[in-house]
């Protein structure tokens, strides 16, 4: 809580206090039957402290942000979804039944988006990269996804009502709560609001009886119908099914795709030549059975993942085109920052890495590729930062992880999560399943390491642990370095040790000739190791709505009398790239409207001909809220005007050359500028008069 | 049958009781101690009849197709699917924990073909027909999936190890039975083997009762058991799950994309601007729960489907492009010559319209369609043939329907479906969801229709019907125009008429009193009317296995002591469009690849450097077996050459030159004949001398 919030709850407070008193001091007076005077003066007094406090209120309001700007948010975001709803980029998926929440379909301009996200996500990602990408199964049977803890962790805790039995998110309803009461009720204490701000800050780690626990403090009840709430549990959040006939081996709808790429890593290895690093990447579904779906396209039960798996020697991270990136400067929130209350800064991502701010040169390479990659789909770069995560957002194996975050009217959206994930999926899928997922390097000439060496000594161990002598010697064996020597001491300096095998669940005493534990030089021609694998992995419809919102703006028509949409997505994103108009309904002009179009055809230029009656400012407006970048339009058998959406200017071109000129700006090759600079300019004349 | 298998089992029987009666009585002779030259003559003549019996046992297995030729294609698939597997184009999903059956992973050179041929699809049918194309979530509520009848009927016989517990396709064992006593007994008659055929010409129309009772008759056994097995009953093929936490909502894996698109019929309709006819696509993954899934890519529990609903007016199924594939002439297989036992042949489509053989214009544009799509991605047209559905084949609302046959290992593969499903799928989604799912035609003067009206009476049937009044009411008015005539005839003939209502699944007696039936005439402003769907539907795995198999070819290595592999993808197709050779390895000619291999990039083409020191023959062949078409090999810093797999021809181009020269001909703008005539031709000099 900031300082000017703690003074104002603090004065709200006091003042709430002095409108109280004085009001019961006016009652008394009148009780009292004082003389009218007295009354009168203690009345004014009294409304004084009330324009004080209604003062100060104003002034809290604005200082915690609950009043006009999420109003406006509110407003922003109702505009850009109803001009997506209306015009199908995307609706509420089996409408038509009242829908299920949380699933979506894209409709054809919202379709023609997202291939078009996607396609660029493959040139600039896969192609430019040489990655390898694979295309996995959604349908994951119950071993994969046990190794690598879904199974057992992937959970989110649950509350039921406790009569109707309709679910929420526990921690939901408590965010809820603590998020209303700071906005909305003026009077709690400064050391309440305070409270409630820490609990916002450790939600997420919660355990479920402190989740439960605060419930009940607070009493929240079920928000539709007021009854009260079970105890927080646990709700895997896995799509569950059963694949065969059999109903014997349950499985699972992926809540992601890596697995896919984890469980492949041995052949991916091979077909890269033994050599790494190299990356495997795959786009597809993935599944999360939500408890209460809300926001949009932002909480879905299913998406459209793009993910990328960079495998690494652990111990040289860093990146041959890191140079190429080290350069670029932009808003990065370090976990510092984070915690000493500041806000994100411009930091050239050279200087990142350099400063250890960014744990290594492929993690900050992604980062700046991920940077390149959004801002180039049309993403604004001031609504766009890579926050570090706290260590108690992050898994204990993780050695660094940075969220792109795109503001929107929700807030800031994690939308790319880069994590380093160093060992741990590798191994999980190594010990499970028995096959060894590592990387060799071969040394140029042997060299010499000192190892250690643990050797249980059987025949000791087999005549003190009988039929638990293989969990020791396993447990033994597994020792780390720092364990070993430990027990190298105790044993010589007490003849046993006690040593906990986790497989027994329990304490045993090893003696001094059950084991021996030695260092040892030996000759080795190969290092064998398990890689690091660095991951960004892109939630494709979070990005596309943030694209949606950052692209929207609105603008007078030319009458003046309403306000007409537009999305000014970048050529690469618009559903289609070109709409072809015959100015008037006349033969003449829609043959030459059909020739250009089968001329866009060929050139691979998704474009809609118009050949209806409605005045051409109707179906520039129309085509400006699909985020059409340019209109050709039809107005004389030799030449044509070509119209940039944004700027609404428009050049005269012949029609033989329409289709190449379009095609050219919207490849890439060439921009707007060039073309205006080019050509002769279209006035405001006939064809713009209607607009 | 055909005539000569017919003969030759009635000579293989004849000649094997030949034998029989020979050989006893040659133990007879022997029995009755018969003069030695009396046994060795009879000895002599069962010899004969051996000799005689094995060369007509070589006829008829010729005939049956069991022997060599199933071997051969055994055979030529190991080699296929071997180099598919080694090289990773596809590989059993999740190895490591011994996979699951029916499920693959396309690795990076099949997932390349993979996005290679949607890409394709995307522009032959989306861009060049002006398609809406839409993306809806696998995870479809029940609703959904009963009203269009999958939760009820989409279901295969199972029959399961009585003491096991495996789980078998009914159909499928007895398939395979028949089958083998085909191929590998040739003692039956010609009578059985006629039974056994019409058993597996009919095994698609057999009832749970009937298989169960041919499994019984036939003595058929669990495969790996021979334990008894259970009576067939059906088991539905999809993928369950819960959606949402409470447990109360069922909710399926799609089995096709198809719905999807149904239940978003009337905003798609709204965005065409309430116009006929339009089609929507769409790309996705689709889910069936096979009880054994085997060949291969074939029959998988997950695989992506291409799907197009094409809507159109009833009463008008003209098509305007349809003249663009009159032309076109294919091999054809009607239900006519099925039925008449001969083989497919070549028919124009606009022949194969206009008699009437293909239902309608809009059906044979889009199967002409289909040709160019499959021949363009490398299907070899003599091995593709569009087969009509038999009566009993196809659903009973479909107006026709037609196959994409591809030939492979495995026989002739439906790999494409093209109905007319008439108007079932869009009335039954309005059935159940009570939303109209119809389209308009707004005529441009009122006109006079003649109507059939029916009024059921309802104080009488109420009377007579009591609790069943609304199902008789129900059933009344949904008599046809026939049905109606007939009931009014018979009213007004017998004063009643019996009448049988479904819902109540018997027969009422209908009085004249309890209906009013009669012809009116009506001004009518519009035609309101359910539009019909014609859908062509891609088994996308499925294709890219048939082109698989129809690229594959061997040839010898240069040095004649081995068989390379060679894939003959064209380029559209080809997972890697070109590699970048540094002829040995030396700087100058790594750097000249690497500016190569930039400009490649930016072309967009995909490619792979291989600086290692491996002979430039075994690159070749390397590349050759991942179908690779074109290699640049540098072998001076101002020019480099190209070669071409199949033909392995290599001409000379500049270094400058060399990315575009590549870039013409992949994106199809040049052939390599074109390529060839314009540059120097580069004999087989240092480059080739080591392939």
């Known amino acids: 809580m900031d300082t000017s919030e703690k003074i104002l709850r603090q004065a709200f407070a006091e003042k709430q206090s002095a409108v109280e008193a004085q009001g019961h001091a006016v009652r008394a007076l009148k009780a009292a039957g004082a003389a ?26 604005a200082a915690i942000g609950g009043g006009d700007g999420s109003l406006n948010r509110e407003t922003f975001r109702q505009a850009v979804v109803n001009t997506l709803e209306r015009r199908l980029f995307y609706i509420p998926s089996f409408k038509i039944y009242r829908g299920v929440a949380g699933l979506y379909d894209y409709g054809p301009p919202g379709c023609a988006v997202k291939s078009n996200v996607l396609a660029f996500w493959r040139q600039h990602f896969v192609l430019e990269e040489n990655m390898l990408e694979v295309d996995c199964p959604c349908v994951t049977p119950e071993v994969v996804l046990k190794a690598s803890g879904h199974v057992d962790k992937f959970t989110d805790l649950m509350v039921k009502d406790e009569k109707t039995g309709t679910c929420y998110r526990a921690d939901h ?19 309440k609001a305070a409270e409630l701000r820490h609990v916002l800050a450790v939600l997420d780690d919660l355990s479920s009886e402190q989740l439960g626990a605060k419930i009940k403090e607070y009493g929240i009840t079920a928000p539709d119908t007021k009854n009260p709430l079970s105890d927080p549990y646990p709700f895997n959040l896995m799509f569950q099914t059963s694949i065969g006939p059999s109903g014997l081996s349950p499985g699972y709808m992926r809540p992601e795709t890596a697995q896919g790429i984890f469980v492949n890593f041995k052949d991916l290895y091979y077909y ?43 111990e040289n991270k860093s990146h041959p085109k890191f140079s190429e ?28 890495v350099s400063r250890g701010i960014v744990n290594n040169e492929t993690l900050g390479y992604f980062i700046g590729r ?25 898994a204990h194996y993780a050695a660094d992880c940075w969220d792109a975050e795109i503001e929107c009217s929700y807030g800031w959206i994690e939308c790319v999560g880069i994590a380093d994930r160093s060992a ?20 140029l000439e042997p060299r010499e390491v000192e190892k250690l060496v643990i050797n249980p000594v059987k025949k000791e161990l087999g005549l003190a642990f009988k039929g638990n002598q293989r969990m020791v010697v396993e447990a033994l064996e597994a020792m780390n370095e720092k364990e070993a020597l430990e027990m190298k001491a105790t044993l010589e300096s007490k003849e046993e040790s006690p040593f906990y095998v986790c497989t027994l669940g329990k304490n045993v005493t090893i003696k001094k000739n059950m084991v021996t534990i030695s260092k040892e030089i030996k000759k080795e021609h190969q290092r064998v190791f398990t890689p690091s694998v660095i991951e960004p992995s892109f939630g494709i419809g979070r990005i596309i709505f943030c694209l949606f919102e950052h692209s929207f703006y609105t603008r007078p028509s030319k009458a003046g009398d309403e ?8 050529p690469l994103v618009a559903p289609i790239k070109c709409t072809v108009f015959p100015l ?101 004349g006939s064809a713009e008069a209607d607009e």
Chains 1, 2 share one sequence.
């Open 370 to 394: 991920v940077y390149l990659f959004l801002t180039r789909l049309g993403i604004d770069k001031d609504r766009l930062r890579f926050r570090q995560h706290l260590a108690n957002e992050m």
């Open 36 to 61: 009218k005077p007295e009354i009168d003066a203690a009345i004014e007094s009294l409304n004084g402290l009330k324009l004080e406090k209604a003062s100060i209120e104003r002034q809290l309001q």
């Open 272 to 314: 890269n030549g033994n050599k790494l690093p190299f990356a495997a990447a795959q786009i597809g579904q993935a599944f999360r059975n939500e408890i209460s779906p809300r926001q949009g396209l932002l909480r879905v039960r299913e998406f459209t993942l793009a993910e990328i798996e960079h495998f690494v020697d652990p």
């Open 173 to 191: 309803l408590l965010k809820d709560f603590c998020n209303e009461k700071l906005q909305k009720d003026l009077s709690i204490s400064p050391e």
């Open 584 to 684: 008037v309904q006349q033969q003449q002009y829609e043959e030459v409207a059909k020739v250009i179009s089968q001329s866009l055809t060929t050139a691979g230029i998704s474009h809609k001909i118009d050949i209806t009656g409605t005045s051409i400012g109707k179906r520039y407006a129309r085509t400006d809220e699909l985020g059409v970048p340019f209109a050709i339009t039809v107005d004389s058998a030799s030449s044509v005007t070509i119209r940039e959406r944004d700027s609404k200017d428009q050049v005269r071109v012949n029609v033989g050359e329409a289709a190449l000129v379009v095609k050219e700006v919207t490849d890439g090759r060439q921009t707007w500028a060039d073309v205006w600079s080019t050509f002769p300019h279209h006035s405001a």
């Open 424 to 443: 741990y999926d590798l191994r999980a899928h190594s010990e499970k399943s028995g096959v060894a997922l590592v990387a060799q390097e071969k040394f």
């Open 563 to 570: 306000q007409l949409n537009v999305f000014r997505f970048p």
């Open 325 to 352: 990136v080290a350069n670029l400067e932009f808003l990065m929130f370090p976990r510092e920052e984070q915690m000493s209350g500041h806000s994100a800064k411009r930091i050239p991502l050279g200087e990142a």
